[in-house]
């Protein structure tokens, strides 16, 4: 079977909190050889991606501060509205400081309480992203996120916080591409548990196969 060629985006130079280096060992641990996995810091990638040439992107940009330029944001529009497919990991959805990449992604970040072990649920009957996928625990940052209202998602995961549960996990359509969002990630741990790392798995077949 061809591998499928995956483009790999983060920081290791310029990462506040979250360095490239850690998540791409365990990502192409997680992988393995179906996926030919490259990576890379520099976000003029974003402005050049083709679907063609990589069917599936992974953002595990730190850019908190940094936005990207209306090349890169152009770019990166124009490779999920064209059939490419985004997953977007953990503080890869810092692209958010664009509001068009806020509206693809699906949501806005808005802080999180400490780190800290959390209960992670499936909340979606049956999705194929949860085959294999048992609930599980893991000590991790309890992302909080405002929703766009304007993208009709799924959400197939929570996780639970003061006896309250928030979205870990959602997809949707953008164009003719698909956009996942996976909120464990804060560092090599948490791709640990062997249900994470089947969800990994299972998010990045079902991304590439969408064709």
Same mark, same amino acid.
């Given at each position: %079977?061809? /591998?499928?060629? $995956?483009?790999?985006?983060?920081?290791? $130079?310029?990462?506040? @909190?979250?360095?490239?280096?850690?998540?791409?060992?365990?990502?192409?641990?997680?992988?393995?050889?179906?996926?030919?996995?490259?990576?890379? /810091?520099?976000?003029?990638?974003?402005?050049?991606?083709?679907?063609?040439?990589?069917?599936?992107?992974?953002?595990?940009?730190?850019? @908190?501060?940094?936005?990207?330029?209306?090349?890169?944001?152009?770019?990166?529009?124009?490779?999920?509205? #064209?059939?490419?497919?985004?997953?977007?990991?953990?503080?890869?959805?810092?692209?958010?400081?664009?509001?068009?990449?806020?509206? %693809?992604?699906?949501?806005?970040?808005?802080?999180?309480?400490? &780190?800290?072990?959390?209960?992670?649920?499936?909340?979606?009957?049956?999705?194929?992203?949860?085959?294999?996928? /048992?609930? +599980?625990?893991?000590?991790?940052?309890?992302?909080?996120?405002?929703?766009?209202? +304007? $993208?009709?998602?799924?959400?197939? %995961?929570? +996780? /639970? +916080?003061?006896?309250?549960?928030?979205?870990?996990? @959602?997809?949707? $359509? &953008? #164009?003719?591409?698909?956009?996942?969002?996976?909120?464990?990630?804060?560092?090599?741990?948490?791709?640990?548990?062997?249900?994470?790392?089947?969800?990994?798995?299972?998010?990045?077949? @079902?991304?590439?196969?969408?064709?």
């Amino acid at each position: %079977m061809r /591998e499928i060629q $995956t483009m790999l985006i983060g920081d290791n $130079t310029d990462a506040p @909190w979250h360095p490239l280096e850690p998540a791409r060992k365990q990502l192409a641990a997680i992988l393995g050889s179906e996926f030919a996995l490259t990576a890379t /810091e520099d976000y003029q990638t974003f402005a050049e991606l083709d679907h063609n040439q990589f069917p599936l992107c992974i953002s595990y940009t730190d850019c @908190w501060k940094r936005d990207l330029t209306p090349q890169q944001t152009a770019g990166l529009l124009r490779y999920v509205a #064209g059939g490419g497919s985004l997953l977007v990991i953990h503080n890869g959805i810092s692209l958010q400081r664009s509001y068009e990449l806020l509206q %693809m992604i699906g949501a806005k970040f808005t802080g999180h309480p400490p &780190y800290q072990p959390l209960a992670y649920y499936a909340s979606a009957a049956s999705h194929p992203l949860l085959e294999g996928v /048992e609930n +599980f625990n893991l000590e991790e940052e309890p992302y909080l996120f405002e929703f766009d209202p +304007f $993208t009709t998602k799924t959400v197939f %995961m929570e +996780f /639970e +916080f003061e006896g309250k549960r928030y979205p870990a996990a @959602w997809e949707h $359509t &953008y #164009g003719l591409g698909k956009v996942v969002y996976l909120q464990p990630g804060h560092h090599a741990p948490s791709f640990q548990p062997a249900s994470y790392r089947r969800l990994v798995l299972n998010s990045a077949r @079902w991304l590439s196969r969408q064709a």
